[in-house]
């Protein structure tokens, strides 16, 4: 028996990238999914390469509209009746100028990244709160903690996301519902690493999707409120930002992200 045999486990940008592997994580450990992204084709396949047991259902689900967010819920109460696991993981990552960047697009990343999972959130969470259980776990990242230039409206987004997430588990201690946080560094293969050629300092480190699938197993069984995934230490870095902005700037600078992360906005079809 899997640790989450029984358990209804409702996964958003579950289509590619970190969603699929954490898909795969998430059914070997024994849960039953509900599969929400914009694409059901994409879906399909993620749904096909899954291990055996356990239920299997895909929703399209486009998380900025209301109408399909709570389509999502219904879905899943239909199918399971409860939600034990939201794992918000849905988000868009859009790095350039942020002078130049068009108002539309900063909406959207706003919409997606962080009133999206806070508004699902609120879907099952009066139902979680009548039981007296279930657990809410969001994707951030360490770009929402410390800073990350020339992705300022996706670090605001991931930041406030982080920062609701805290907040929420604080309010809600000793209800029996967990919220939690799992905030990756440079992850391989997804986001920007999508693109062939690109390749973070290595003084920064670069984790691996399954990395972050096993925080998020981690998460649901200790039910920790914030976990960092990145192989190098970087809670030295995020106590300096709180201590001096103006000097972890400085180290970000003496560490090569500035000038990576400036390389990929000027050239994002790297």
Known sequence: ????????????????????V????????????????RSVDKLGDVTQS????????VQSCDVTQA??????????????????VLVNNAGVEELGSYAEQDPAVLERIIATNLLA??????????????????????????????????????????????EWSISLAAELSGSGVAVSVICPGFVDGTGMFSRKQVSAPKSLGVSHPEDVARALLK??????????????????LMA???????????????????????????????
């Open 1 to 20: 028996m899997g640790t989450l045999t029984g358990k209804a486990v409702v996964l958003t940008g579950a289509s590619q990238g970190l969603g699929a």
């Open 22 to 37: 954490m898909a795969r994580a998430l059914a070997e450990a024994g849960a039953d999914l509900l599969l929400a992204a």
């Open 50 to 57: 899954l291990p055996p047991g356990g239920r299997r259902i």
């Open 67 to 84: 109408g399909d967010r709570r389509a999502l819920t219904a879905r899943a109460m239909k199918e399971f009746g409860r939600v034990d």
């Open 117 to 162: 999972p806070m508004l699902l959130a609120r879907e099952v969470l009066p139902a979680m709160l009548a039981r007296g259980s279930g657990h809410v776990v969001n994707i951030a990242s360490l770009a929402g903690r410390t800073g990350m230039p020339f992705g300022s409206a996706y670090s605001g987004s991931k930041g406030g996301l982080a």
């Open 219 to 236: 998460v649901l069984s200790t039910r920790k409120v914030e976990v960092i995934v990145n192989p190098k230490p970087v809670r030295l």
């Open 240 to 270: 300096l930002k709180a201590l001096s902005p103006e000097t972890a700037l400085a180290v970000g600078r003496r560490l090569g992200l500035l000038d990576f992360l400036k390389r990929i906005a000027r050239h994002p079809g790297m």
